[in-house]
């Protein structure tokens, strides 16, 4: 007979190697939903420097974090962005692994211009996206979902959404979701 079986051997090195690569490459973002922090009942009014929402810290400009004002994409809360408003939360990420952004979008169709456009940035990337409130309401919103594909250069990134000053709209952000991408995909 003389052939040596290593299969269980190699499997469980693989297994393991892999295993030890996605439990390094998870991304852990924080309230991604924004349920979590300051009850802001219809809409409350959050300055930079703000920590009202968990996880979050609002950048640029003011922001409304929204209660009962619209309806959500998913649970109770929203963000608002007003012209040159944003919010911020900085992760843990693995150099060089490709991460994807998910998040769903619409805009306050109360406020002008009727297209909305969010920059979103990932570390030193980003891209702006839009969303056009033409025949919504604040009961119909028709939140759209969005994606962005980013490669992480750090081992913390900060995940950016802010409004352009540009082309002052409101559009609105909720469940966020940053997911790791195979680094072959």
Same mark, same amino acid.
């Given at each position: 007979m003389g052939r040596s079986i290593r299969w269980p051997g190699a499997v469980l090195i693989s297994s393991v190697s892999f295993l030890l690569t996605v439990g390094l490459a998870q991304a852990?973002?924080?309230?991604?939903?924004?349920?979590?922090? !300051?009850?802001?009942?219809? /809409?409350?009014?959050l300055?930079?420097?703000? !920590?009202?929402?968990?996880?979050?810290?609002?950048?640029?400009?003011?922001?409304?974090? %929204?209660?009962?004002?619209?309806?959500?994409?998913?649970? %109770?809360?929203?963000?608002g962005l007003p012209c040159g408003g944003g919010i911020s939360q900085t992760f843990e990420t693995e150099p060089h692994q490709k991460y994807e952004v998910r998040?769903?979008?619409?805009?306050?169709?109360?406020?002008?211009? /009727?297209?909305?456009? %969010? /920059?979103?940035?990932?570390?030193d990337e980003s891209r702006v996206f839009t969303f056009d409130t033409t025949g919504h309401s604040l009961r119909e919103m028709s939140w759209e979902a969005r994606s962005w594909i980013f490669v992480a250069t750090?081992?913390? !990134?900060?995940?950016?959404?802010?409004?352009r000053t540009t082309e002052c709209s409101t559009p609105a952000v909720d469940n966020v979701r940053i997911m790791t991408i195979e680094i072959g995909v």
């Open positions: 852990v973002l924080v309230n991604g939903g924004f349920e979590n922090g !300051t009850d802001p009942g219809e /809409a409350m009014v300055p930079p420097g703000s !920590t009202a929402i968990s996880g979050w810290t609002v950048v640029g400009g003011n922001v409304s974090y %929204v209660g009962g004002r619209w309806q959500h994409s998913q649970g %109770v809360r929203s963000v998040f769903n979008m619409a805009g306050d169709p109360n406020t002008p211009p /009727a297209v909305k456009s %969010v /920059a979103v940035s990932f570390g750090d081992e913390t !990134t900060a995940l950016t959404f802010r409004s």
